[in-house]
């Protein structure tokens, strides 16, 4: 028993630490304002190669398993809801737009941070397991967010097109 504490000691301090990098990231994004959230939508939009997000869904198949996953919208009453879409609401759209962004960006630092702290210790014993751990808790939650949101950007779009004096600034759509 106290060869497999030695064994196992390390690897639990190193999966503390991943799971604190997804607390960490959290709070870096959960403080950015709708200005900073537009910047950075302008610097993670939608490539070429992406197919407008229809990528994913060709590589990965992501409408099957995009909702099964969870949504923290859903366990504080602080998060913007998604679960009650309101497709006609402009500045809805634009604010759900933006928790995309914020969304991706909470998982691609936690991402980032994690593969820090497995190059910290890369000698620790179940290091494949601790990289798949950072992989699964991430990676997909990145892919639904470059899904959705090029999809949610035509919707907006439209709606802006049509309808006359709606208050989103409209060169922040579309630049």
């Known amino acids: 028993m106290k060869d497999f504490l030695v064994f196992i000691k390390p690897s639990l301090q190193v999966f503390c630490s991943i799971v604190l990098t997804q607390f960490v990231a959290s709070l870096i994004v959960d403080h950015m304002n709708e200005r900073r959230l537009e910047r950075w939508r302008r610097i ?29 919208g859903d366990t504080s009453p602080n998060q913007f809801r998604k679960t009650r879409m309101n497709k006609s609401d402009p500045m809805y759209l634009y604010i759900f737009i933006l928790e995309t962004v914020r969304a991706e960006m909470c998982h691609g630092i936690a991402f980032f941070l994690g593969i820090l702290v497995l190059m910290h210790e890369p000698y620790v014993p179940g290091l494949f397991f601790l990289l798949l751990y950072i992989v699964l808790m991430n990676i997909p939650f990145v892919i639904i967010q470059r899904f959705n949101r090029p999809r949610l950007e035509r919707l907006l779009e439209c709606i802006v097109k049509s309808h006359e004096g709606v208050l989103i600034p409209k060169e922040s759509l579309y630049t």
């Open 44 to 72: 993670l939009h939608s490539h070429l190669w992406e197919k407008d997000g229809d990528v994913y869904q060709q590589f990965f198949d992501v409408k099957k398993w995009k909702d099964r996953l969870p949504e923290m």
